[in-house]
T-cell receptor, first 114, second 113 residues
Framework: ETGVTQSPTHLIKTRGQQVTLRCSSQ?????VSWYQQALGQGPQFIFQ???????GRGNFPPRFSGLQFPNYSSELNVNALELDDSALYLC?????????????FGPGTRLLVL | GDSVTQMEGPVTLSEEAFLTINCTYT??????LFWYVQYPGEGLQLLLK?????DKGSNKGFEATYRKETTSFHLEKGSVQVSDSAVYFC????????????FGTGTQLKVEL
């Protein structure tokens, strides 16, 4: 069984640019969540997708957007990058149904904004 | 809103020492509680969980008991190993629907020989 995978592993962008991060959920999982983890902090919830629809959003501005595809993989898009967007971005998938609570995390994408 | 407070690190212990990492939470109702571990350069791994009051989660020698009366979920291990060196995050899933996790700031554990 393949776990949650994310790409790329590292990324460097400049302020004002746009970035797309990708996540493949664990086999059989239909729910994907995205988190931002700043250095030395705990992860902060960005949003969640369930069966291709946004199903909850944290306190992040609209320039953070996402998609979920029919195979349940997902993208996180960030427009107009700011220096404070530098962080580790974590994707987590969960099975849905009766076991929505356990989230399985990918290794993350480390984004540096210069 | 929901929040999680963890003891600040780093916590430095000798191998085979007893470990306690304190975690308290604020939430309405009965949230589910989790401990995740993050090894250097890696993502988060679920260590253990408890979904109702007085439940004890356990895994790999780690334990935590859901205490509603003290709103706590302290992580314990009787004898730590060097390989336990990592950052430990306490988290909760609230009762407001969805599957959002609220994390504490993490506690770094360093175990020395």
């Amino acid at each position: 069984e393949t776990g949650v995978t994310q790409s790329p592993t590292h990324l460097i962008k400049t302020r004002g640019q746009q970035v797309t991060l990708r996540c493949s959920s664990q086999s059989g999982h239909n729910t994907v969540s995205w988190y931002q983890q700043a250095l030395g902090q705990g992860p902060q919830f960005i949003f969640q997708y369930y069966r291709e629809e946004e199903n909850g959003r944290g306190n992040f501005p609209p320039r953070f957007s996402g998609l979920q595809f029919p195979n349940y993989s997902s993208e996180l898009n960030v427009n107009a990058l700011e220096l404070d967007d530098s962080a580790l971005y974590l994707c987590a998938s969960s099975p849905g149904g009766g076991d929505q609570e356990t989230q399985y995390f990918g290794p993350g994408t480390r984004l540096l904004v210069l | 809103g929901d929040s999680v407070t963890q003891m600040e690190g780093p916590v430095t212990l000798s191998e085979e020492a007893f470990l306690t990492i304190n975690c308290t939470y604020t939430a309405t109702g009965y949230p589910s509680l989790f401990w995740y571990v993050q090894y250097p350069g890696e993502g988060l791994q679920l260590l253990l969980k408890a979904t109702k009051a007085d439940d004890k989660g356990s895994n790999k020698g780690f334990e935590a008991t859901y205490r509603k009366e003290t709103t706590s979920f302290h992580l314990e291990k009787g004898s730590v190993q060097v390989s336990d060196s990592a950052v430990y995050f306490c988290a909760l899933r609230g009762t407001g629907g969805g599957n959002k996790l609220t994390f504490g700031t993490g506690t770094q554990l360093k175990v020395e020989l």
